[in-house]
Antibody
Framework: QVQLQESGPGLVKPSGTLSLTCAVS?????????WSWVRQPPGRGLEWIGE???????NYNPSLESRVTISLDKSKNQFSLNLTSVTAADTAVYYC????????WGRGTLVIVSS | DIQMTQSPSSLSASVGDRVTITCRAS??????LAWFQQKPGKAPKSLIY???SLQSGVPSKFSGSGSGTDFTLTISSLQPEDFATYYC?????????FGPGTTVDIK
C-alpha cells in the first residue's frame, strides 16, 4: 500500500517561499506514475498545482506556473513543492497525491501565509 | 482550461435514499473523469476513475456513468458514512480541474 506524507513549515511570511516535501513509502517514486500537488483553501474547493514524472518532467497549472517548482529526489523517495512570492491567497491545505488516478493521497498539511 | 460544474451544490437525503450527482465539463473529455469523496478534515478519497471504474476497495453502492461532457455519480443506498462532499475531476487535459463539489447532508 502506497503512503504519502507531506511535511514542511505551517507558517510562511508574505512574499516568502512555501516549501513542502512529500515522502513516498510502500512504493517507488521511480515507478510509472506521476506525482501531484493539490491545494484546498479553507472552506473551498480543490485546485491542482502541478505534477512530476520519474524523469523529472513537470506539468504546472498556468495560474501558478510562474511561481511553482516541483522537483524529485529519488534517493529519498520523495518529491517537493516550492511556491514563491506567497500571499494570503496561498493559505491552504496542501496535499500530495499519486496520479493520474489520484488513488493515493497524503493527509494534507495546512500552510498559513501571515506575518 | 476545462471548466467543471456540478449539480446540485448541496442536497439533503435520508439513510437508504438513492442519490445522483451530476458533473458537466465545458468541453468533451471522453471518459477522463474521476470522482472523489471528502469528509471534513480529511484528504479526498478516490471513488471512481475513467468515469465508471470503481477504485479498489470502494463499495459497489457507488457507480459512475457518462462520457463526453455529462457524467453522473450514483450512490444506490445512502449510509451514514456517505455524508460528505463529492468532487468530480477531469484529467483529459492540463490543467486538471475539479468541480466545485456537492455536499450531501442528512435530511
Amino acid at each position: 500500500q502506497v503512503q504519502l506524507q507531506e511535511s514542511g513549515p505551517g507558517l510562511v511570511k508574505p512574499s516568502g517561499t512555501l516549501s513542502l516535501t512529500c515522502a513516498v513509502s510502500g512504493g517507488s517514486i521511480s515507478s510509472s506514475n506521476w506525482w501531484s500537488w493539490v491545494r484546498q483553501p479553507p472552506g473551498r474547493g480543490l485546485e491542482w498545482i502541478g505534477e512530476i514524472y520519474q524523469t523529472g518532467y513537470t506539468n504546472y497549472n498556468p495560474s501558478l506556473e510562474s511561481r511553482v517548482t516541483i522537483s524529485l529526489d529519488k534517493s529519498k523517495n520523495q518529491f517537493s513543492l516550492n511556491l514563491t512570492s506567497v500571499t494570503a491567497a496561498d493559505t491552504a491545505v496542501y496535499y500530495c497525491a499519486r496520479d493520474p488516478s489520484f488513488d493515493f493521497w497524503g493527509r494534507g498539511t495546512l500552510v498559513i501565509v501571515s506575518s | 482550461d476545462i471548466q467543471m460544474t456540478q449539480s446540485p451544490s448541496s442536497l439533503s437525503a435520508s439513510v437508504g435514499d438513492r442519490v445522483t450527482i451530476t458533473c458537466r465539463a465545458s468541453q468533451g473529455i471522453r471518459n477522463d473523469l474521476a470522482w472523489f469523496q471528502q469528509k471534513p478534515g480529511k484528504a479526498p478519497k478516490s471513488l471512481i476513475y475513467a468515469a465508471s471504474s470503481l477504485q479498489s476497495g470502494v463499495p459497489s453502492k457507488f457507480s459512475g456513468s457518462g462520457s463526453g461532457t455529462d457524467f453522473t455519480l450514483t450512490i444506490s443506498s445512502l449510509q451514514p458514512e456517505d455524508f460528505a462532499t463529492y468532487y468530480c475531476q477531469q484529467y483529459k487535459s492540463y490543467p486538471f480541474t475539479f468541480g466545485p463539489g456537492t455536499t450531501v447532508d442528512i435530511k
